[in-house]
Protein backbone atom coordinates (compact mmCIF):
# COMPACT_ATOMS: atom_id res chain seq x y z
CA UNK A 1 0.00 0.00 0.00
CA UNK A 2 1.68 3.24 -0.93
CA UNK A 3 -0.73 6.64 0.16
CA UNK A 4 0.06 10.07 -2.00
CA UNK A 5 -1.44 13.20 -0.81
CA UNK A 6 -3.45 14.93 -3.14
CA UNK A 7 -3.54 18.76 -2.18
CA UNK A 8 -5.25 19.28 0.78
CA UNK A 9 -8.75 17.50 0.64
CA UNK A 10 -7.36 14.01 -0.48
CA UNK A 11 -5.23 10.66 -0.55
CA UNK A 12 -4.49 8.77 -3.33
CA UNK A 13 -3.89 5.17 -2.15
CA UNK A 14 -2.08 2.76 -4.62
CA UNK A 15 -2.50 -1.12 -4.17
CA UNK A 16 -1.67 -4.07 -6.22
CA UNK A 17 -4.67 -5.59 -7.76
CA UNK A 18 -8.44 -4.20 -7.76
CA UNK A 19 -9.24 -7.42 -5.46
CA UNK A 20 -7.07 -5.08 -2.71
CA UNK A 21 -9.23 -1.93 -3.81
CA UNK A 22 -12.48 -3.65 -2.99
CA UNK A 23 -11.27 -4.98 0.17
CA UNK A 24 -10.06 -1.21 1.72
CA UNK A 25 -12.94 0.34 0.05
CA UNK A 26 -15.56 -2.00 1.39
CA UNK A 27 -13.22 -1.79 4.61
CA UNK A 28 -13.31 1.75 4.70
CA UNK A 29 -16.77 2.20 3.66
CA UNK A 30 -17.83 0.28 7.00
CA UNK A 31 -15.78 2.01 9.71
CA UNK A 32 -15.58 5.39 7.96
CA UNK A 33 -12.82 7.71 9.25
CA UNK A 34 -14.43 11.19 10.43
CA UNK A 35 -14.71 13.82 7.89
CA UNK A 36 -14.56 11.39 5.37
CA UNK A 37 -16.21 13.08 1.99
CA UNK A 38 -16.42 10.23 -0.74
CA UNK A 39 -14.08 6.80 -1.74
CA UNK A 40 -13.55 6.72 -5.80
CA UNK A 41 -12.07 4.04 -6.68
CA UNK A 42 -10.38 2.62 -9.52
CA UNK A 43 -8.70 -0.43 -10.91
CA UNK A 44 -5.29 -0.15 -8.69
CA UNK A 45 -6.04 2.76 -6.82
CA UNK A 46 -8.61 4.37 -4.10
CA UNK A 47 -9.22 7.69 -3.37
CA UNK A 48 -10.16 8.97 -0.08
CA UNK A 49 -11.81 12.66 -0.03
CA UNK A 50 -11.58 14.67 3.14
CA UNK A 51 -13.27 17.29 5.00
CA UNK A 52 -10.24 19.16 6.35
CA UNK A 53 -12.34 21.23 8.47
CA UNK A 54 -13.18 17.90 10.27
CA UNK A 55 -9.88 16.07 9.93
CA UNK A 56 -6.72 16.17 9.36
CA UNK A 57 -5.01 13.91 6.24
CA UNK A 58 -2.07 12.44 8.66
CA UNK A 59 -4.95 11.33 10.85
CA UNK A 60 -6.85 9.57 8.15
CA UNK A 61 -3.69 8.29 6.52
CA UNK A 62 -3.06 6.73 10.16
CA UNK A 63 -6.49 5.29 10.10
CA UNK A 64 -6.30 3.63 6.51
CA UNK A 65 -2.59 2.00 7.66
CA UNK A 66 -4.39 1.08 10.44
CA UNK A 67 -7.52 -0.53 8.67
CA UNK A 68 -8.33 -4.07 8.84
CA UNK A 69 -8.29 -5.10 4.92
CA UNK A 70 -9.75 -8.41 3.29
CA UNK A 71 -8.79 -8.75 0.04
CA UNK A 72 -11.78 -10.27 -1.79
CA UNK A 73 -14.32 -8.40 0.59
CA UNK A 74 -16.81 -6.31 -1.73
CA UNK A 75 -18.26 -3.28 -0.84
CA UNK A 76 -22.28 -3.03 -0.70
CA UNK A 77 -23.33 0.69 -1.42
CA UNK A 78 -26.43 -0.35 -3.11
CA UNK A 79 -28.29 -3.31 -4.81
CA UNK A 80 -30.11 -3.13 -7.83
CA UNK A 81 -32.00 -5.52 -10.66
CA UNK A 82 -31.30 -4.84 -14.07
CA UNK A 83 -33.94 -6.75 -16.43
CA UNK A 84 -31.78 -8.04 -19.73
CA UNK A 85 -32.82 -9.37 -23.03
CA UNK A 86 -29.50 -11.63 -24.37
CA UNK A 87 -29.99 -11.26 -27.91
CA UNK A 88 -26.43 -9.30 -28.38
CA UNK A 89 -24.29 -9.93 -31.65
CA UNK A 90 -21.59 -11.81 -29.58
CA UNK A 91 -23.82 -14.10 -27.56
CA UNK A 92 -22.59 -17.00 -29.90
CA UNK A 93 -18.86 -15.60 -30.12
CA UNK A 94 -18.62 -15.54 -26.33
CA UNK A 95 -20.90 -19.19 -25.98
CA UNK A 96 -18.36 -20.61 -28.43
CA UNK A 97 -15.09 -18.91 -26.27
CA UNK A 98 -16.45 -20.14 -22.77
CA UNK A 99 -17.39 -23.38 -24.26
CA UNK A 100 -20.67 -22.63 -22.19
CA UNK A 101 -23.27 -22.05 -25.47
CA UNK A 102 -25.83 -19.17 -25.81
CA UNK A 103 -27.98 -20.27 -22.66
CA UNK A 104 -25.24 -21.14 -20.54
CA UNK A 105 -24.15 -17.36 -21.53
CA UNK A 106 -26.93 -15.96 -20.24
CA UNK A 107 -27.58 -18.36 -16.97
CA UNK A 108 -23.58 -17.64 -15.66
CA UNK A 109 -25.08 -13.69 -16.38
CA UNK A 110 -28.08 -14.35 -14.43
CA UNK A 111 -27.05 -16.84 -11.83
CA UNK A 112 -24.44 -14.55 -9.92
CA UNK A 113 -24.27 -11.46 -8.12
CA UNK A 114 -22.00 -8.38 -9.53
CA UNK A 115 -20.64 -5.60 -7.59
CA UNK A 116 -19.54 -2.27 -9.65
CA UNK A 117 -16.38 -2.26 -8.52
CA UNK A 118 -15.96 1.43 -10.36
CA UNK A 119 -16.95 3.93 -12.76
CA UNK A 120 -15.22 5.17 -16.02
CA UNK A 121 -14.72 5.63 -19.88
CA UNK A 122 -18.03 7.51 -19.95
CA UNK A 123 -20.51 9.21 -17.88
CA UNK A 124 -22.53 6.21 -15.85
CA UNK A 125 -20.63 3.16 -17.38
CA UNK A 126 -19.50 1.29 -14.43
CA UNK A 127 -16.94 -1.75 -14.61
CA UNK A 128 -18.78 -4.66 -12.66
CA UNK A 129 -16.96 -8.11 -11.21
CA UNK A 130 -18.60 -11.10 -10.95
CA UNK A 131 -18.23 -14.29 -8.41
CA UNK A 132 -17.09 -16.30 -10.45
CA UNK A 133 -14.53 -16.37 -14.37
CA UNK A 134 -16.67 -18.17 -16.36
CA UNK A 135 -17.58 -15.27 -18.24
CA UNK A 136 -14.01 -14.04 -18.47
CA UNK A 137 -13.52 -13.20 -22.61
CA UNK A 138 -11.23 -11.13 -24.22
CA UNK A 139 -12.26 -7.54 -25.55
CA UNK A 140 -12.97 -7.81 -29.32
CA UNK A 141 -10.22 -7.06 -31.59
CA UNK A 142 -12.37 -5.02 -34.14
CA UNK A 143 -14.06 -2.27 -31.61
CA UNK A 144 -17.09 -1.13 -33.40
CA UNK A 145 -17.57 2.50 -33.89
CA UNK A 146 -21.45 2.62 -32.55
CA UNK A 147 -22.49 0.37 -29.65
CA UNK A 148 -26.13 1.68 -28.96
CA UNK A 149 -26.98 2.81 -25.02
CA UNK A 150 -27.92 -0.07 -23.19
CA UNK A 151 -26.06 -2.60 -24.52
CA UNK A 152 -24.53 -5.39 -21.60
CA UNK A 153 -21.42 -6.26 -22.61
CA UNK A 154 -18.49 -8.34 -21.86
CA UNK A 155 -14.73 -8.02 -21.59
CA UNK A 156 -11.84 -9.32 -19.27
CA UNK A 157 -13.15 -9.80 -15.98
CA UNK A 158 -15.91 -7.22 -16.48
CA UNK A 159 -19.72 -6.86 -17.44
CA UNK A 160 -20.70 -3.44 -18.46
CA UNK A 161 -24.09 -1.59 -19.56
CA UNK A 162 -23.06 1.67 -22.01
CA UNK A 163 -25.33 4.09 -20.65
CA UNK A 164 -24.96 6.13 -24.05
CA UNK A 165 -24.16 5.62 -27.49
CA UNK A 166 -20.08 5.13 -28.01
CA UNK A 167 -17.62 3.27 -29.76
CA UNK A 168 -16.47 0.25 -28.03
CA UNK A 169 -14.36 -3.26 -27.97
CA UNK A 170 -16.68 -5.21 -25.63
CA UNK A 171 -18.44 -8.18 -26.58
CA UNK A 172 -21.80 -7.77 -26.92
CA UNK A 173 -24.42 -10.05 -25.25
CA UNK A 174 -27.49 -8.44 -24.50
CA UNK A 175 -29.17 -4.90 -23.68
CA UNK A 176 -31.06 -3.44 -21.21
CA UNK A 177 -34.64 -2.82 -20.74
CA UNK A 178 -34.47 0.57 -19.05
CA UNK A 179 -31.74 3.08 -18.82
CA UNK A 180 -28.64 3.02 -16.62
CA UNK A 181 -27.88 6.63 -17.17
CA UNK A 182 -31.11 8.89 -16.79
CA UNK A 183 -30.18 12.74 -16.60
CA UNK A 184 -33.94 13.16 -14.77
CA UNK A 185 -32.76 10.91 -11.90
CA UNK A 186 -31.24 11.95 -8.99
CA UNK A 187 -28.61 10.36 -9.45
CA UNK A 188 -28.71 9.90 -12.56
CA UNK A 189 -25.82 6.66 -13.13
CA UNK A 190 -27.87 3.58 -11.74
CA UNK A 191 -24.44 1.70 -11.46
CA UNK A 192 -22.48 3.82 -8.68
CA UNK A 193 -19.26 2.03 -7.32
CA UNK A 194 -19.85 -0.67 -4.41
CA UNK A 195 -23.99 -0.95 -5.74
CA UNK A 196 -24.54 -5.11 -5.96
CA UNK A 197 -25.96 -5.63 -9.12
CA UNK A 198 -28.42 -9.05 -10.05
CA UNK A 199 -29.36 -9.55 -13.69
CA UNK A 200 -32.91 -10.77 -14.87
CA UNK A 201 -33.49 -12.17 -17.90
CA UNK A 202 -36.58 -9.85 -19.78
CA UNK A 203 -38.29 -10.93 -22.80
Do not use: K
Request: net charge negative.
Amino acid sequence: MRINRCGSAALLVDLDDLEEVLGLYAALDQQRPEGLVDLVPAARTLLVRVDPRCADLAGVEARIRAVPVHAGERPDTGRVEVGVRYDGEDLAEVGELTGLGERGVVEAHTGQEWTVAFCGFSPGFGYLVGEDDRLHVPRRSDPRTRVPAGAVALAGEFTGVYPRESPGGWQLIGHAVEPVWDLARTPPALLRAGVRVRFREAS
